[in-house]
């Protein structure tokens, strides 16, 4: 694989996506991509979907979100491992934590440039998209100093926009002052083509204006729906390793939202739990039943380790995440087959 897509907004984006995470992974694994990034606006809402949806279908799913910095900013975070996943979450919280403190709609979510600094661990950071990104060096300077060379990238775009090459020139010059590498992003708001007109629509109903009169905020061109990976290498003639280098880092990026969490009951980490929990049980039943006959006795007991054998159970399938996930990736397989209309749909989703 040449290219992997670093950038890219789902419907969760809320106003700033006109796909859902269902309608992007078909989408990407038809145009050849083996890896896509999920980065919403300030959210990872539709990450849980992405990741079922891209394991049901074979497309190894990156997750990350857009954040808003507190001077109008645009940083693009990915999650590298765990500890990443939870300081994004983290950020993500205190993004939204003074959202709702007066009555009336929520204002807009954002972080500190200090707040991004003290979550840096287990993220990557790229510098943001085009209009909004962080593009001044004693920024990226400190951005450097908290995220490590491995783990900070200039991010370059190519909106078709006039000031394009100039910016990008900017911005690799920039890139190679500070010893940085480059990658390069689509920013992709679309599956398709036939959707851009529904992102122009969300635009309008977002800035509280009409189609006429949103023409300046809204794109006028199609570089925001979601492009081969030869196309986006074309894209980037001038900067074939910010190409490649996306195609790096996405091997690097291994977060599976659906088994590297490790949400455990609280006592779950004592291993010795399951014995005492059954110590405990036996000796309260010896108590209860002391006066009771003996088949009832032997009933009790039967239905006690019938109890304990679905704890176990239940527990161990919950440390593996395969419960729910399990049945997501059914759903997900029968949505991509029927939407298709692949005859083989019931073949797909016995799998
Ligand atoms: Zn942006
Ligand atoms: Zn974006």
Known sequence: MTYAELHCHSAFSFLDGASL????VPAALELGYDALALTDHNSVSGSMEFAVSAGALGLRPIHGAEVDLDDGRHLTLLV???LGWSNLCRLLTHA???T????GPP????VSLADVVEHAEGLVCLSGCALRGVHDEPTLKRLLEAFGRERLRVELQRPFLRDDRARNRRLSTLAGRLDLRCVASGNVHAHARSRA???DALVAVRIHSTLDASEPQRRGNFSHVLASPAAMAARFPEYPEAVSETARMADELSFDLRCDLGYRYPGAEDAESM???SELCDARMLDRYIDARAATREQAAARLSEELRIIEALVMEHQNGITIHARLDRHSAERYASDRGDPGADEI???
């Open 21 to 24: 995470p269902d309608e992007l």
């Open 80 to 82: 590298k491992d765990s």
């Open 96 to 98: 939204h934590a003074h």
């Open 100 to 103: 709702r403190e007066k009555p």
């Open 107 to 110: 204002s807009d979510p954002y």
């Open 197 to 199: 007109p529904l992102q």
């Open 275 to 277: 014995r005492k929990l």
């Open 349 to 351: 989703a016995d799998r």
